[in-house]
């Protein structure tokens, strides 16, 4: 596994969800109860951005249709959507939030960029 930055600490405050980059990669990163999270950036019911919902007290809503994933485990917790979204391992070290990837793993969902030698 290798662990890439995705943002400084301060860029995800408490209760926020927001977008971020690694490369070809795209995040969901969020903060709970002081804790950082990252899933995959696209709800696995119509592919809406989860950086666009809110958080929840159990879990990312999708602000399209109301869908809640666990941030842990990337369950479903209320419909329609009934597919886990990919979660990542979320670390934090010297004001940096790092999110663990696995070399050559493809980035989950749909892409809002390009991806290179496409």
């Known amino acids: ?3 890439v930055r995705v943002a400084r600490s301060g860029q995800v405050p408490e209760g926020i969800v927001r977008r971020f980059y690694a490369g ?3 995040f969901a990163v969020a903060r709970l ?3 950082a999270y990252a899933t995959s950036n696209y709800c696995s019911h119509l592919d809406c951005l989860l950086s666009s919902g809110k958080l929840r007290d ?3 809503g999708c602000s399209c249709h109301g869908s ?3 941030l842990e485990t990337g369950e479903p917790i209320s419909p329609p959507a ?3 979204i990919k979660t990542y ?3 934090e070290r010297d004001g940096e939030i790092f999110v663990g990837v696995e070399p050559g793993e493809l980035p989950a969902g749909p892409t ?3 991806r290179r030698g496409a």
């Open 68 to 70: 809640a994933f666990d």
């Open 33 to 35: 109860n002081g804790r």
């Open 58 to 60: 159990d879990g990312i």
């Open 89 to 91: 391992p979320c670390e």
């Open 82 to 84: 009934t597919v886990p």
């Open 1 to 3: 596994m290798e662990f």
């Open 24 to 26: 070809e990669y795209e």
């Open 112 to 114: 809002r960029r390009a």
